[in-house]
């Protein structure tokens, strides 16, 4: 399962980006999806995730809340996070992240590669 990224940029203090992510297959269960980011030199830190039950459970990092929001597609392989009021210091590069069902006991997370959000004036 390889996961695609997309959406990061560059945006000014206060704008706002829509990341994107899918997985490359359907065929797989997705469970948790979600979001991270990784500035340079620190651990990688949740940002939010949505869970595949209906409606959706969601679950952000304090400094996120109300500003961020995580979202799935509806073909469930995919997940997007809409990001306002962006700050500078939001700029660290985001991955995306996906659980993957393969059986009652088994099951494997999956990154795709990131992409870099850059806030500046």
């Known amino acids: 399962v390889q996961l695609q990224a997309s959406g990061g940029g560059l945006v000014r203090p206060g704008g706002s980006l829509r990341l994107s992510c899918a997985a490359s297959?359907?065929?797989?269960?997705?469970?948790?999806m979600g979001w991270h980011r990784q500035a340079p030199g620190k651990q990688r830190e949740l940002v939010a995730t949505?869970?595949?039950?209906?409606?959706?459970?969601?679950n952000y990092a304090d400094f996120v809340k109300g500003r961020f929001a995580i979202s799935r597609g509806n073909a469930e392989n995919t997940v997007y996070l809409q990001m306002n009021s962006l700050k500078p210091e939001d700029t660290v590069v985001y991955y995306c992240s996906a659980e993957v069902i393969y059986s009652d006991i088994l099951s494997e997370t999956y990154w795709g590669q990131g992409t870099l959000v850059t806030v500046s004036s």
């Open positions: 297959s359907e065929r797989v269960r997705i469970n948790n």
């Open positions: 949505i869970s595949s039950d209906t409606g959706g459970s969601t």
